[in-house]
């Protein structure tokens, strides 16, 4: 009888880790994880803008478990489980070189300049392939001038919009051209031998919505910014994917195990 594989990618910050630590969210990641351990064909992938050193701490402070692989920083750096802890995955990391067509963080900064409503965010949020940037409201009005600065120099990049929604601020990422957390997702997919269906994405934010159109199953938890689950139903269904994206009516953690269960992942 074979046993099938099951491979969760979520971010982290708002999805399973709780942006409010009171004593019942932390109960409700508990209970997630004494799911995921009653089942061992389960693969772990976080896929978070923390640095890896940033994301380890916080899966320590809710007690979630150490996975198979930490997708950090917007989805331009991959880590892999080596040796008792985790390893760069070099060939991922030439690709994200290539990608950003021999530009470092400090051109972008200066292609971009200064620009009202722009705050870089702290130094220890910004990587070798991913410059980050804070917004008083929502980073949608902005986009248009970052790219047409980013243009003029010629820059390969993508930007990634998002809105956190308990600090009341947008987020901006600059990545390399091509890539976002979709990317490395389906890199995962393709060394993971975890066939398509029983892929499973989780997430919240803007900067999961180009992987919750990738068409893989995807959970949007019930704490996700209104805005985007408007889009993804939209989106869904014109792309023919509805039936692979499921709401949950739970938050954070509690909405991933209720979305696991239904795509059969978890019981």
Request: glycine letters at 10%.
């Amino acid at each position: 009888m074979s046993i099938t594989r099951y491979l969760l990618a979520s971010d982290l910050d708002g999805t399973l880790i709780p942006l409010e630590r009171g004593p019942q969210r932390l109960r409700e990641v508990a209970e997630l994880v004494r799911a995921f351990e009653a089942n061992e064909q389960l693969l772990l992938a976080y896929v978070t803008g923390r640095h890896l050193s940033l994301a380890q701490a916080g899966i320590e402070e809710v007690g979630l478990p150490s996975p198979d692989w930490f997708v950090c920083d917007v989805g331009t750096s991959v880590y892999r489980q080596a040796n008792g802890g985790f390893e760069p995955d070099g060939e991922y990391r030439q690709a994200m070189r290539a990608a950003f067509g021999g530009l470092v963080g400090d051109d972008i900064r200066v292609a971009i300049g200064s620009v009202a409503g722009m705050e870089l965010q702290e130094e220890d949020k910004q990587a070798e392939f991913k410059v980050s940037y804070y917004t008083p409201g929502r980073p949608e009005p902005l986009v248009e001038t970052v790219q047409s600065r980013l243009g003029a120099a010629r820059a390969n990049v993508n930007l990634v919009a998002s809105y956190d929604p308990v600090a009341e601020r947008g987020l901006l990422d600059v990545l390399p051209a091509g890539i976002a957390k979709d990317y490395a997702v389906r890199y995962l997919h393709e060394r993971s031998g975890v066939d398509e269906p029983h892929l499973v994405y989780a997430g919240d934010s803007g900067n999961d919505r180009a992987a919750m159109l990738s068409g893989y199953r995807v959970i949007v938890v019930g704490n996700a910014d209104e805005a985007l689950k408007k889009d993804l139903g939209i989106e869904s269904v014109a792309q023919g994917i509805a039936e692979r994206i499921y709401f949950a009516e739970h938050p954070y953690a509690r909405g991933v195990l209720e979305g696991l269960r239904h795509f059969g992942a978890l019981r």
